[in-house]
């Protein structure tokens, strides 16, 4: 239990995809002006990435990766080794596929469910498709527990990593959008209105952030 909570820790705080990693920083910075969008856009990311984590998993461990429980090389194996079946040169594209098809049926939810989300995110939220924290999520999570012998740690430990993403970016825009909020209210030389003081602000959040290493793994 011990290493499961570190690792939620470690991936939602110490190792946050927008402020440690970098990925990510375009729906950040575009959707972090007001609390209510970034609340929303927090939640179909922790969605996405969660469900893309899931399913990025059991495609590369049962269609891509070379192991005795690849469906190729169970159906088709025949005495062949199972080298033979090693599609991982294929994830990448496979996972953008799998992210785009979770994106549309958030996007059609909210559609249907919550019309004025949908209009107040815009063109971000078909964006979340191109977001590389989402890619990033599900190769960091191959990386990390692709190889794991047991089936069931594996899935477990992809999923929290998944929804430990989605969290810390949630936080992060959150904490955002509160502060250029403020900041609308403040007067501010023209020359760092907009996108230039939101990264100095996003660089200093990154600075704090720093604090919570040690914390994670």
């Given amino acids: 239990m011990r290493s499961y909570i570190l ?10 995809f927008i402020l440690a990693k970098f990925l990510g920083l375009c729906p950040f910075i575009g959707v ?3 609390r209510k969008q970034a609340v929303g856009m927090g939640l179909a990311v922790i969605f996405v990435m969660t469900m893309a984590s899931a399913a990025s998993w059991a495609v590369y461990r049962f269609l891509l990766a070379p192991t005795g429980h690849n469906i190729f ?38 559609m249907k469910v919550i019309p004025p989300l949908y209009e107040s995110l815009g063109i971000y939220l078909p964006l979340i498709t191109t977001n ?11 990386k990390d527990f692709g190889a794991v012998h047991g089936l069931a740690e ?27 909020e403020r900041l609308d209210q403040m007067e501010v030389p023209p020359a760092l209105r907009g996108a230039p003081m939101a990264f100095i602000c996003a660089g200093l ?9 040690g914390m994670g793994q």
């Avoid at 690792?7 to 946050?16: G, K, Q, R, T």
């Avoid at 590389?132 to 191959?142: P, R």
């Avoid at 990154?206 to 290493?213: C, H, K, N, S, Y």
Wanted: charged share 10%; hydrophobic share 65%; net charge positive.
């Fill in 73 to 110: 090389y169970v159906l088709l194996g025949d005495g062949r080794p199972v080298s033979d079946f090693d599609f991982t040169f294929l994830n990448t594209i496979v996972f953008i596929l799998v992210i785009a098809v979770l994106v549309q049926l958030v996007e059609m939810f909210l």
């Fill in 154 to 180: 594996s899935f477990a430990k992809t999923v929290l990593q998944g929804f430990g993403g989605g969290v810390g970016f949630l936080i992060v825009i959150f904490l955002m959008s509160g502060i250029r």
């Fill in 7 to 16: 690792l939620f820790i470690s991936i939602a705080l110490v190792n946050n």
């Fill in 205 to 213: 959040m990154a600075l704090a952030f720093m604090g919570f290493a």
């Fill in 32 to 34: 972090s002006k007001r």
């Fill in 132 to 142: 590389c924290a989402v890619l990033g999520v599900a190769l960091l999570n191959i």
